[in-house]
């Protein structure tokens, strides 16, 4: 696991990146997949991997999917925990991050 | 659902649900609708199957980390596995490699339907060197025989002197007659005809592209003389046929392929400089280097 409690593999990487881009946004796994492109089968497994550890929150989109016509969405966003060790995980490996 | 593409759609929901279904029970509701909503996002139907597939390997991987929490994350991880309750088995081990084997199936005819493969299988393991052998120009041809002609042939015979005499009246005497001498017809002028043979022009194809897979992966090499008829514009007058075989069925077939694709791109032969239709022997070299 080393110095975080996530097993920061670079699909992490790209998963804490896609999130970096807007620090307070919120992204459903969607719009993740759409950013990182990477495959729903490792993709979730990370959302959940990152929300235990308290890097990410997560909410249901707040429509009403009858009159959307369309299921609700699960929201993902950076903690305030996240974000700091988000920082550190990029600053690790000499990319800072300004946010 | 705002897409419904039929049965295909309903197996990639199925999968979804069932994937679902499947995960810890405390997040199997969650991810069935987070995941179906985000179904949405994708568009096509392999996309959506690929995306389905996804969910069902993440059921796995989920239901494993929660199973095992390890190092670190153990108090993360046990919180919510505290949360979530027992955690329900995912998929049997035979379900998981019928699954497996079916997708790898399912990955191998898509990649032979749209030709992936068909770059590694084709590229020899060693470079290729194919050139044609073509028949140096022959050397003007020693001049052809005369046209034979009748010559009348008197042989020279001495004059008879034909004298008739009598001893009496009524002698006669029959007048010497002088044969003409005898006559050779002159012959004519021979003319000497300088004949090139033709062979493969520019534009010709390339016998590369000809190079039967086959050939090159049982590592088949040999020479192929083809015989071709071409006319005067270095189009073929007949079907090329086999003057002498490499040994080798592919080969020869590749050859005839190659002989029959380069007409129009012939050079014709030539009498005295000026294209006539002949016929003539090429060799086609499969070689690989």
Known sequence: MGRWDVRISFQTLKVLEAFLENPTGELSGADVHKSSAIASGTLYPILLRLESAGWL?????????????????????????????AGEVFASFGRGVTA | MSQKHGWFDGVVLGLIQHAAHKAPPALSARLEEEWLADLEGHRGGFARLRFALGCAWATRVIAHELAAPVGAAA??????????GPIAPLLSRRTTVAALIGVLHVLVIVGLASGIASGVLQVPATPMHIDFIVRAARPAAPPPPPD???VQFRPHLPTPQWT???????????????????????????KQVVRLSGGPGRGFPNTADYYPPAAIRLDEKGITSVRVCVDGAGRLT?????????????????????????????LPSTEDGRPVSACYPFGVRFELK
């Open chain 1, 57 to 85: 929150v997560s909410r249901w989109e707040a429509i009403d999917p009858a009159s959307a016509g369309r299921p609700r969405r699960r929201l993902y966003r950076l903690t305030r925990n996240g974000l700091a060790r």
């Open chain 2, 75 to 84: 108090s993360a991880g046990a919180r919510t596995a505290t949360l979530l």
């Open chain 2, 148 to 150: 034979p002609t009748l």
């Open chain 2, 164 to 190: 008739a005499a009598t001893t009496g009246e009524g002698a006669i005497t029959v007048p010497t007659a002088q044969a003409p001498a005898p006559t050779a017809a002159a012959a004519p002028p021979q």
């Open chain 2, 238 to 266: 007949a079907d090329p046929v086999i003057a002498q075989s490499s040994g080798s069925a592919r080969l020869d077939a590749a050859a005839l392929r190659l002989a029959q694709a380069g007409s129009g791109h012939y």
